[in-house]
């Protein structure tokens, strides 16, 4: 009998085939804020793409969403236009970052993809005296950090990465991918659709994608209620993965 | 103490020691039972609403720096100040603030009743002992901050 390694007991199901050629794709997992999540919801709303796919696993928790009577596997693969969107309702158990990643990464470069796009948090201690959160990027390469700041980012210089976004820049850089972080500024541990908006603004200039912020503004109150939970579960795997190194200098800087 | 009153005592205070001991063992246990009470109280995933109080249990996050507890709270729905009534007293914090528009779960079957929830409702365990009186509060963006100075007893030390 082989014992499948951690990696091999994770599966990408493509349910239908992808279309695109060099696809973007959008990973967003859940973490600070639920930036990502709540990010990519709303392109999801917005951009109606065909759900192509999933990821299973018998490392996730027994867990299935049913949506208006519909039953959803909890890590979806979305597709439309080129891009491509994989969203997770469920938090990624620590242990298990790791080997998906490593999964996803591997299927993008399968893919051909033309980027990988994590939109994502970073912890802001002053979050409340902030109205609207600037964005920071972080890519594999210089050419996708210049597109990057040239729609708005601003570079992320000096910090430490804890979690799915720094796990996913590694694995980038391990397999050559093309890739790049988007963070933030964002509450740690309540549901952020303010820091969703400001990397809204910075992918509709990037995709040429034409997602409604404004939207996405007017029901926040009703997105932080109705991800309290998801935000709870979130926050203690975040604890167990040391999520508040985020809030430290890096000790050596050459 | 003499000597001879010291040897005189010395099986009663062997019987003693076993009850010391004893009452060790059990303060040892009752320690762990609420430390154990608390880890269940704030790891286990109970339902953040109350639908028999028509309450929701809003997002908390307590932290602290060298002088002072500072609690926040996550209150959607919660239009201003007025609407957030807090209590303090020297281990907990009492939030309560009412919801602008009700809230309802109506496609969520998992709710037996479908009330409107009108209120967030959270007591919150402060982790050391604080000057209640001197705490402040602020609001904003329907994020309500509290910021409690600790309890730092004693005189001051002169150095020679």
Known sequence: MKILGEEEQIKII???PLKAKNPTIILALPDVGLVGVISAMQMIESLEPRVIGEIESELFPPITIIHEGKILAPIRIYEKNGIVIIVSEIPIPTTVIRPLISKIVSWAIE???SLLLIPGGTPSPNRLEIDSPKVFAVATNDETLKVAKKHGADTFREGIL???????????VKKGLNALSLMAQS???YPDPGAAASIIEILNKMLKTNISVEELLKKAEEIRVRTRDLMRHTSDVMRRMGKMKEYELPPLYR | MSFHHYTGDVMKRKKDIFKEIDELISSVKERFDEIFEKVEREF???PLFNVEKCCLEPLVEVHETEDEVIVTADLPFVRSKRNIDLYIGEKHLEIKASIDKP?????WDVLHKHPPFKFFYKVVDLPTEVEAREAKAYFRNGILKIVIPKKIRGFKIHIK
């Open chain 1, 187 to 189: 509450f740690l541990n």
């Open chain 2, 103 to 107: 809230i309802t779960f109506d496609d």
């Open chain 1, 14 to 16: 493509e349910s239908r």
């Open chain 1, 111 to 113: 893919k051909n993809a």
């Open chain 1, 162 to 172: 804890v979690g799915p976004h720094a796990i996913a820049l590694m694995e980038s």
């Open chain 2, 44 to 46: 286990t995933a109970k």
